[in-house]
């Protein structure tokens, strides 16, 4: 006979001996026959595909759409609506348009996939096609100018006026942070492999660097993101009361714009260049015709100035090197435009 001790209560000392009439081979066989056939395993994981997609969670093994859809439908978009999916990137409201597209896309196509829905096709190739994953939070936040992917579980930004901080956002593998830099990298029409283990990208107002684990042999990835602004962040009040300037040296600077004499702004990176250059184009008179010169966008003065003549020109270089477009041609033909004022 086999004994089996019950407590009333956990704190109490007081303990209850029970005598069992059977013994411990024969309780094991009961128990063996009270055992189901079968066992059904419930998955806590159960929820809507659109309750998944809000959570930023996969559960299970949900159908893909397959790669070479989605490579075709990017062709599509690079040859038909380049600005928009590169603008897609960032702007809600070109994302919004794009999915529309997309849906055209799929109905014109008649894309059928068994085990998805008509909607979830056109998000699943929104998402291949011109999402940011887990860093679209920071794209979106209007505070930050910078991104830096690190490792796939070191993410830093830079914030205006503040200085580089770490996030908590990673990557889950080496394999999701490629994906989006194979993303950015398609949708521009460059490519990154082994034989080219780099990349510099425009997606709209993103400024977009990539490395490789070929050359980035620790962290395996390396990705600098840029969100150039096309507002001001600096004014006569701002520059005076943070005692950048004086009021006196803030005339004397729009005096020298208004003259015509020949400025340089220099300084290291994150000092403040940019925008400086930004508020004094303020003070060039609205018939001068004047050409901007960039490597890449980032001053936007048409857009500061639309009552302003500015001209914008940027360098190219073309993905297999045949042709550039350098400083030195832009200077010689902007030349032929007859400027007043070159930036």
């Known amino acids: ?9 956990p704190n109490s000392s007081n303990l209850k001996v029970i005598k069992n009439k059977y013994d411990f081979l024969e309780i094991q066989n009961i128990l063996r026959e009270l055992r189901p056939k079968s066992i059904n395993k419930v998955s806590l994981g159960i929820t809507s595909y659109s309750n998944r997609s809000k959570q930023g969670k996969v559960y299970g093994t949900m159908k893909k759409v397959p790669p070479g859809m989605v490579d075709e439908l990017r062709q599509f978009l690079i040859d038909n609506h380049q600005t928009v999916l590169q603008e897609s990137f960032l702007r809600a409201d070109k994302r919004a348009e794009l999915k529309e597209i997309i849906s055209i896309y799929t109905k ?46 070191e993410i830093m930004v830079k914030r205006v006026n503040q200085p580089r901080t770490l996030t908590d956002i990673k990557f889950n593998s080496l394999e999701e942070a490629m994906e989006l830099v194979y993303r950015i990298v398609n949708s521009t029409g460059q490519t990154i492999n082994r034989g080219k283990p780099y990349a510099n990208s425009s997606l709209g107002n993103l400024r977009v660097n990539m490395l490789s684990k070929e050359i980035a042999y620790e962290s395996e990835i390396a990705v600098a993101i840029r969100k150039p602004r096309t507002n001001i962040r600096i004014s006569r009040d701002s520059i005076i009361n943070t005692g950048q300037a004086s009021e006196e040296m803030i005339n004397a600077l729009q005096a020298f714009v208004e003259g015509g004499l020949n400025i340089l702004v220099v300084g290291p990176t994150g000092s403040g260049k940019t925008e400086l250059l930004k508020y004094i184009s303020g003070f060039i008179p609205n018939r001068d015709r004047t050409f901007v010169l960039e490597d890449e966008p980032e001053l936007y003065l048409k857009t500061l100035y639309p009552e302003k003549h500015f001209v914008s020109l940027r360098c190219r270089q073309s993905e297999n090197g045949e042709y550039t477009v350098d400083y030195d041609m832009l200077l010689r033909e902007c030349l032929r435009e007859d400027p007043d004022r070159i930036i």
């Open 1 to 9: 006979m086999t004994q089996a001790i019950a407590v009333s209560n």
């Open 108 to 153: 014109n196509q008649n894309l059928v996939l068994s085990g998805l829905s008509p909607a979830e096709i056109i998000d699943q190739l929104l998402d291949a096609v011109a999402g940011m994953g887990p860093i679209q939070p920071l794209c979106d936040d209007p505070m930050v100018t910078d991104i830096y992917i690190n490792r796939i579980d």
